[in-house]
């Protein structure tokens, strides 16, 4: 596709489900990250890919937050036993490589936790 | 640890005045540096990146950014504000020897007719 693509856009879930949240990056790019945006805040880094792997998983919160990328493209942010505080705008980004070439961001998809 | 610290939450300017937005940050290493910027209900967009080439970037839509090793800053400005700059403003440090981007809390610009 032209851009990254984050299904769905928005999401509502009940405390303790699981939810599954998508990504489909730029065709040709090896990177790929997930972030977090609280209301009023800046994204905060959750996870990066290159290629299948996860390079850095370093900014998931805790053991409910999971992430796969098996074939190097689409990646699946997974999210067990939500909580209230998961609430937030998730985003996607992907680069044609790593470190400073320019991301691009989908729109991101909103999580809220009733 | 690298950080970012984006001094000011809101700044309102009047069109066809500059915009100065405002970027501290702390690394150990010659850091990577970028703007972005968040209009409503659209995807974050990259305005421009400093990796230690010239101190000063020419980003797009007219913004540049100075590098200033010695006052730890990377100050975004425009020198003519247009309406449609109104959006949230990010500045962002890569951090060093790894993926990992680190947001400041963002910038909020409103700009007046």
């Known amino acids: 596709g032209a851009g990254v693509s984050q299904t769905p856009s928005n999401k509502v879930t009940e405390k303790g489900k699981y939810v599954e949240l998508r990504c489909d990056p730029i065709?040709?790019?090896?990177?790929l990250y997930w972030y977090r945006q609280s209301l009023g805040q800046g994204p905060e880094f959750l996870i990066y890919?290159?290629?299948?792997?996860?390079?850095?998983d370093s900014g998931l919160p805790n053991d409910r937050f999971f992430a796969v990328r098996p074939e190097g493209s689409v990646s699946t942010l997974k999210i067990q036993r939500t909580e209230r505080g998961d609430s937030a705008v998730y985003l996607c980004?992907?680069?044609?490589?790593?470190?400073?070439?320019?991301?691009?961001f989908g729109q991101g998809t909103r999580l809220t936790v009733v | 640890a690298q950080s970012v610290t984006q001094l000011d939450s809101h700044v309102s300017v009047s069109e066809g005045t500059p915009v100065l937005l405002r970027c501290n940050y702390s690394?150990?290493?010659?850091?990577?540096l970028f703007w972005y910027v968040q209009h409503p209900n659209k995807g974050l967009q990259l305005l421009l990146k400093?990796?230690?080439?010239?101190?000063l970037v020419k980003g797009i839509n007219g913004f540049e950014a100075e590098f200033k090793k010695s006052e730890t800053s990377f100050h975004l400005t425009k020198p003519s504000a247009h309406m449609s700059d109104a959006a949230e403003y990010f500045c962002?440090?890569?951090?060093?020897?790894?993926?990992?981007?680190?947001f400041g809390a963002g910038t909020r610009l409103f700009v007046k007719a």
């Open positions: 980004a992907s680069s044609l490589t790593a470190g400073s070439t320019e991301a691009f």
């Open positions: 065709s040709g790019h090896t990177a």
């Open positions: 890919f290159q290629g299948t792997g996860a390079a850095d």
């Open positions: 690394s150990s290493y010659s850091p990577s």
């Open positions: 400093y990796t230690s080439a010239a101190t």
């Open positions: 962002v440090v890569l951090h060093t020897g790894g993926f990992k981007t680190i």
